[in-house]
């Protein structure tokens, strides 16, 4: 497609109020298991600011440190 647009592949979605991520590119593995809606918030505004930065990227978002979480992220989904 002629449309410049970002695709944004987020881990497991929190409430929490932390403002903490890492970024994967298409083609790297992704990391993390959990990323809060204010982090993936944060990405947006920064692309929102400067479109061509991300333009035409497939960006994987995780906090830092949650790998092999997974576990913990289904007992969360059960708890919701």
Same mark, same amino acid.
Do not use: C
């Given at each position: 497609?002629?449309?410049?647009?970002? #695709?944004? =592949? !987020?881990?497991?979605?929190?409430?929490?109020? +932390? &403002?903490?991520? $890492?970024? /994967?590119?298409?083609?790297?593995?992704?990391?993390?298991?959990? #990323?809060? =809606? !204010?982090?993936?918030?944060?990405?947006?505004? +920064? &692309?929102?600011? $400067?479109? /061509?930065?991300?333009?035409?990227?497939?960006?994987?978002?995780?906090?830092?440190?949650?790998?092999?979480?997974?576990?913990?992220? +289904?007992?969360?989904?059960?708890?919701?």
């Amino acid at each position: 497609s002629d449309i410049p647009a970002t #695709i944004i =592949r !987020a881990a497991y979605m929190t409430d929490d109020t +932390k &403002i903490d991520y $890492e970024l /994967t590119y298409k083609g790297e593995r992704f990391k993390g298991t959990m #990323i809060s =809606r !204010a982090s993936i918030a944060d990405l947006i505004i +920064k &692309i929102i600011a $400067e479109p /061509t930065a991300y333009e035409n990227t497939s960006l994987g978002i995780a906090q830092p440190g949650t790998d092999n979480m997974l576990p913990q992220v +289904k007992l969360m989904a059960q708890h919701r």
